[in-house]
């Protein structure tokens, strides 16, 4: 977990869009917009933009771009063929060859229209679902990823002291 954690570190420095992908009616797979929500009650800095995408990421491609931001963190429920409620975090290559998305627009395609116009470093954090069927509830496997995240990147986002690692 400190690995994740570290991770997340790095990538959360500077001006970062981080965009929540899923359906919440859909069980595990509203994990990113769940996330997303968590943290925009908690959230509040001028270099981090929020987006709850839900089902259409693709309709806030403007907002990001206007954001001008150096990374974007995409979440979502990702199938790695791993445990339910597993997290994993990989950049933009690794999707298009490893990762099967729950949705129908490829995340791989929306990264790479909006790099092409941001320049930014896209990176990926996907949970592994246990279901993702209409009207099902989020599984306890995926509820506690969830806490677990937005609990890290509270620490993270939230932290008035810098870092050691911080000039």
Sequence with gaps: MQELKDELRRILK?????????????????FGA??????????????ILLIDAEMMPENYGKKIREFKPEKVLIIDAVDFNSSPGDVVI??????????MSTHKIPLSVFASFLRRDTRAEFFFLGVQPKKIELGEKM?????????LISAIFLDILTSSAPSPEDP
């Design 90 to 99: 990989f950049g933009e290559d690794a999707i298009k060859e490893n990762f």
């Design 14 to 30: 500077g001006r970062v869009a981080i965009v929540g992908v899923g359906n919440v009616m859909r069980g595990d797979d509203g």
């Design 139 to 147: 599984s306890k496997e995926v509820a506690r990823a969830t806490k």
């Design 34 to 47: 769940v996330l997303v929500r968590i943290l925009k009650r908690r959230v509040n800095s001028e270099r």
